[in-house]
């Protein structure tokens, strides 16, 4: 392993791992509506997705960059359905013990969101064509650098929902919960632009 690329990787990866995106504002969001307990199993739908997605593209880096549009299609679908998640957000109650069930997102919506989610595209896409050959020529060195993304990943978004459930003991009248809702949901509906706006 080259130890000059893999620095360069990490240097990559950490900051885009924790830096503000679907994922991590979500998770924020989420965090301090329901928990940092309730959003785990968000967390693991985004685990999952996230890896299914650096495999895909880790094996179709050529196909994809071959088809801009159909990547700028899925960036813009991306873009609409995490403004209707933040508008959910924006919108919600204050949410009393024991009626938050219905409105908590699960694993399907943890991997799901990954297909559409931009940065989680163009992450991958910049991992691969720059930093694909750190663990070897072959599919197992991509599988490899997936895995080592993963490892900055779940912390990173671990990081962001504890940092939600902080900000909702904070927020603990209805009417300042309902402040950190709607300050949630335009941060999300601020990552939905961003996600939309060229790069």
């Not at 399907?108 to 720059?130: D, E, P, R, Y």
């Not at 930093?131 to 978004?157: M, R």
Request: hydrophobic fraction near 50%.
């Amino acid at each position: 392993m080259d130890l000059e690329l893999f620095v360069a990787a990490m240097v990559f990866i950490v900051p885009m791992c924790f830096t503000p995106g679907p994922n991590n504002v979500l998770c924020a969001a989420h965090g301090s509506q329901h928990g940092f307990r309730e959003t785990l199993t968000l967390i693991s739908g985004m685990a999952v997705g996230w890896s299914a997605l650096g495999l895909f593209v880790a094996a179709a880096t050529d196909l994809i960059e071959e088809n801009k549009t159909v990547f700028d299609l899925l960036t813009y679908v991306g873009a609409g359905y995490i403004a209707y998640l933040s508008y959910k957000i924006a919108t919600s109650e204050a949410l009393e013990q024991g009626e938050q069930a219905s409105d908590r997102l699960g694993f399907i919506t943890g991997a799901t969101i990954q297909i559409v989610n931009g940065k989680a595209w163009i992450h991958f896409l910049v991992l691969m064509t720059s930093f694909g050959t750190l663990f070897g020529t072959g599919f197992s060195g991509k599988v490899l650098l997936v895995l080592l993304n993963l490892a900055c990943g779940l912390p990173a978004v671990m990081t962001w929902a504890a940092f939600g459930t902080v900000l909702r003991r904070a927020f603990t009248t209805p009417r300042s919960s309902r402040i950190l809702n709607l300050t949630m949901g335009l941060s999300l509906f601020a990552v939905a632009a961003w996600v939309a706006m060229p790069h």
